[in-house]
């Protein structure tokens, strides 16, 4: 499997699009198991989180490859990963915001995400859609969440 020049790579491309799975647990458990809403809602959470801390390493990677990387953004990649610890922390009993801060903060990861000059031109493309089925999803769980 090979891909064109200013194509997504296919490995790239189907780990992307099965890294959006875990964005519409809530969505597919309210269908299918609506037993199982309440850790549905933790692991969306707890995923988004992550997802944020592997957009900051990915960044930060990108930095550090540099013989004197930019400080300013070492240190803008560390945000990620603070943010979803706090937005996990701080919103813990608070779903719908829960869910809504995480989305807002996937967004702000994919706007400097799309402005980077140092990144592949394919890149926006494939970060473009994987933002919209991950914020898509949380905000279709923020609508299913139960009161």
Known sequence: MTSCPGSTPPAVLIFGLLGIIPFWSLPATTLLA??????????????????????????????????????????????P???GLVILTLTHSLVRPQLLALAAALTLCWVWDVRAKDLPPWYRRFRSLLTLGAVTGLCVSVMLVPQ
């Open 34 to 79: 609506p037993a199982w809403v309440g850790i549905s809602v933790a692991v969306e959470a707890v995923y988004a989180a992550l997802i944020l801390s592997f957009l900051g390493g990915a960044r930060w990677g990108l930095a550090v490859r540099e013989p004197s990387p930019n400080p300013m953004v070492v240190g803008l990649a560390m945000t």
């Open 81 to 83: 990963t603070l943010a």
